[in-house]
């Protein structure tokens, strides 16, 4: 079994899923200076000649920093509405943070139809790897302005897996509002003892409590264990962390902070 830091520093292809509570705080505002990190932390891990895509939330927070006033609106069309406002501030600001490193970035915007027909298929995975081969940081989300339900992928924890495994990633990291994987919700059970590795995902499901999630975000731990199964069927890894740590990352690779770790054979 392989520890955290041995898989980090052992992956070359590594596919990195923020989520909304990553990228804002607990107020539900964007956080510039977080973002400015995790970009600080993929650009580290390129010079250490690995190969990096991201799977970013964060639309609908942005569009609603930008145009504050539809804030507590909850019809359907107000929702994709902010988050077609919301995408352009947050590639904007993607654009501007990498382009500090001289690195520029590709948005792709996908549908679960995408991934169900085969030519799309194939085209996502052509410019995947064009993308990535001329330096270029890939950064992916749902289509939420025009996704209805026959079409949602439903959550970026899943989007990320099937990223993931289209790609052929070594690695998948998921960062989440808590460390890992807990035995109950660590929010409400201050006794909730962190799960550091899990050889099979599918033996856990149902044995631990995963109630509980963030206001701003669309997934729980329940996705994340979705994820799991998804990349485990291609004996990808997994792990589960921290995003709003500092420099999370690189603490993982330095054994300095703990994580659940999923396969990591």
């Known amino acids: 079994m392989k520890t955290i830091p041995e898989v980090i520093k052992s992956a070359r292809k590594i596919v990195i ?30 010079s250490l000649g690995k190969q990096v895509a991201l799977v970013s939330s964060g639309a609908q927070i942005c569009g609603i920093a930008a145009i504050n006033k539809w804030k507590r609106k909850n019809d359907m069309n107000f929702k994709q509405a902010l988050c077609a406002i919301g995408q352009v501030e947050l590639m904007n600001a993607y ?11 590709g948005q792709i915007l996908l549908t679960r139809e995408d991934f169900e027909t085969h030519h799309r298929n194939l085209g996502i995975r052509n410019t995947l790897f ?28 899943s989007l990320s897996a099937l990223t993931a495994n289209l790609w052929g990633a070594d690695l998948l990291i998921i960062m989440s509002d808590v460390e890992g994987l807990y035995d109950k919700n660590p929010k409400t059970n201050p006794d909730a003892k962190l799960i550091e590795y899990v050889e099979d995902v599918q033996e856990i499901i149902g044995k631990v409590d995963t109630s509980g999630k963030n206001d701003f975000g669309t997934g729980g ?25 500092k420099d999370i990352i690189f603490k993982l690779m330095n054994g300095e ?5 999923f396969g990591g054979k």
């Open 130 to 157: 064009t993308l990535i081969d001329e330096g270029v940081v890939p950064i992916i989300n749902e289509n939420d302005t025009v996704c209805v339900e026959e079409i949602q992928i439903g959550d970026n924890d």
């Open 95 to 105: 654009k501007k943070l990498f382009w500090e490193y001289s690195t520029h970035v």
């Open 17 to 46: 899923k923020l989520g909304s509570n990553t990228i804002s705080g607990e107020d539900g505002e964007f956080n510039y200076e977080r973002m400015e990190n995790i970009v600080s932390q993929v650009m580290g891990l390129i």
């Open 257 to 261: 902070k703990q994580a659940t770790l």
């Open 221 to 245: 731990m329940d996705t994340k264990l979705i994820a799991a199964r998804m990349v485990s069927q291609y004996d990808i890894s997994m792990i589960v962390t921290l995003g709003s740590e």
